[in-house]
């Protein structure tokens, strides 16, 4: 009885076994690539990160002050131009603001920045939705105010501060990750 | 030897290998998800505070949110912060030109 029994369990137990295997294997790699694309995922937030504690850092939010300062320094005009729709006269008071070599430097320093962080947008090396959440913003009020001089630049030179005008521009991605 | 104690033993040699190659490949897969388990989901505990919360010196806020509509931010708070602007010429109700180019 036993000799006939063996084989029989030996079947049933390879044939468990068999199913474990297809199972694991069959789990096994949808997780274990979700958890692949979530660490590659983690790290391009990482990275974005670091691109807007650049931005926070002394150095770029000094000069993203003299440029919002400068700006608040002449809010009133700036007001009574967009009652007159005065474009020409807003494009003006902006060249103006951006005289001085201070001035030019801390707006140059900025277009830099979002050049690079479009750019590092632009390759997936970093997340779109981060860069959407934390550095649109800032693009946004940058171009606001200034919006006029950088278009005016980019009549000549259509690559100057396209960084600026794509972060503006990014809009939230679904993202399953 | 028959046709099927072949595919039989074909077939357990198979499973023998498939079991151990198995249990390897998802050895290294829940090593992977570990892995990317460990990665920080959020900001680093040095990193610098949010632009909703007040910065570490100096009191004011980093980027205080603007209000959409209420008093002027100048009257509000003494003076205009340095890193808000008071008008925002594509808010306004004459944006200019500019405000609609897309690269």
């Known amino acids: 009885m036993s000799k006939t029994d063996q084989p029989s369990r030996s079947d049933r137990l390879s044939r468990v076994l068999s199913y474990l295997v297809a199972i694991t294997t069959i789990l096994g790699i949808p997780v274990g690539l979700y958890g692949y694309y979530s660490s590659q995922q983690a790290n391009r937030v990482n990275r974005t990160f670091d691109f807007y504690k650049d931005f926070r850092s002394d150095t770029l939010q000094k000069d993203f002050s003299l440029l919002v300062e400068q700006w608040n320094a002449k809010a009133t005009d700036v007001e009574a131009l967009l009652e007159k729709n005065d474009q020409a006269g807003l494009g003006q008071l902006v060249s103006s603001l951006l005289q001085s070599d201070e001035a030019q430097t801390a707006l140059t320093q900025l277009v830099l920045f979002f050049d690079e962080t479009y750019s590092c947008v632009d390759k997936a090396l970093c997340d779109n939705n981060a860069a959407f959440a934390l550095l649109k913003n800032p693009a946004d009020q940058i171009f606001s105010m200034y919006g006029s001089y950088l278009t005016t630049v980019r009549q000549h030179n259509p690559n100057y501060a396209t960084g600026i005008l794509k972060v503006r521009a990014l809009a939230k991605t679904w993202s399953l990750l | ?103």
């Open chain 2, 1 to 103: 030897m028959s046709g099927r104690s072949v595919v039989r033993l074909l077939c357990s040699a198979w499973f023998g290998r498939a079991f151990f190659g198995g249990a390897l490949i998802a050895a290294s897969l829940i090593f992977v998800v570990a892995a990317g388990a460990q990665q920080p989901d959020g900001p680093k505990p040095d990193a610098p505070a949010p632009a909703d919360t007040p910065a570490s010196a100096g009191g004011a806020p980093a980027t205080a949110p603007a209000p959409a509509s209420g008093p002027d931010l100048k009257t509000t708070l003494g003076r205009a912060p340095k890193d808000i602007p008071l008008v925002d010429p594509c808010k306004s109700t004459h944006p200019p030109s500019y405000c609609n180019v897309k690269d």
